[in-house]
């Protein structure tokens, strides 16, 4: 299985909503990602988990609240969201091994914030 | 820090027919990994071929193969017979290290190429 899943495909909330976006991945890739893309633009990245653990925050507002439950899934809580998070966000997965750890991308969930 | 540039926000190629497509990087360190990606209308981001660094051999796959001239910090993808199939932004990344300890990538991906691919 190389395939990174996530849920939902597509959403849509307000302003005042709490909602959450789930990755899974079966490959045991122990090092997981959020990336956030806006239209036309390359993937930003703004977390990275490894080994369960968060490792990396990209200086990312706080409304966005990112949880690694186990080896295999990754969620991306989201509360108070404004207008301009609206975009689409990735997830990956990766080997954490220091010579070989390309990057699975999902398909990607469309946030939009009314 | 890294940066990569893509100086094509757009090309198109006839179906059959090969085309480049140009990337540039800058960096201080000599060991590292470089890719291209491809996001095709789906949306879903699909590795194309890699390439690392300590590698003097280009890089190929199938029909996708690199010139990867290290020295000008050059990293092009070549297609060769174009198929339909191929139409996508297609996105070169540079790997590096984040954070302490030294286990910790991300990718820093060029503004991306949108490729067409007339019938």
């Known amino acids: 299985d190389t395939e990174v899943t996530q849920t939902p495909k597509h959403l849509v909330m307000g302003m005042t909503n709490k909602k959450s976006l789930k990755c899974e991945q079966h490959?045991?890739?122990?090092?997981m990602y959020w990336y956030k893309q806006k239209a036309k633009k390359p993937p930003e990245l703004m977390f990275v988990?490894?080994?369960?653990?968060?490792?990396i925050n990209e200086s990312v507002p706080s409304r966005f609240s990112p949880e690694c439950p186990n080896s295999s899934l990754l969620n991306l809580h989201l509360h108070a969201l404004q207008p301009e998070d609206s975009a689409l966000y990735l997830c990956?997965?990766?080997?954490?091994?220091?010579?070989?750890?390309?990057?699975?991308f999902g398909p990607g969930t469309r946030l939009t914030v009314l | 820090a890294q940066t990569v540039t893509q100086s094509q926000p757009e090309m198109s190629v006839q179906e059959a027919e090969t085309v480049t497509l140009s990337c540039t990087y800058d960096?201080?360190?000599?060991?590292?990994?470089l890719f291209w990606y491809k996001q095709p209308p789906s949306r879903q981001m699909i590795l194309v071929i890699r390439q690392e660094a300590y590698k003097q051999q280009n890089a190929t796959e199938n029909r996708f193969s690199v010139n990867f001239q290290k020295a000008a910090k050059s990293f092009s993808l070549k297609i060769s017979d174009s198929q339909l199939g191929d139409a996508a932004m297609y996105f070169c990344?540079?790997?590096?290290?984040?954070?302490?300890?030294?286990?910790?990538?991300?990718?820093?991906f060029g503004k991306g190429t949108l490729l067409t691919v007339n019938p």
């Open positions: 988990y490894s080994y369960e653990k968060l490792s």
């Open positions: 990956a997965s990766s080997r954490v091994q220091l010579s070989y750890n390309e990057q699975f």
């Open positions: 490959m045991g890739h122990r090092a």
């Open positions: 990344a540079y790997r590096s290290a984040i954070g302490s300890g030294g286990s910790n990538y991300k990718l820093t």
């Open positions: 960096t201080s360190e000599s060991d590292y990994y």
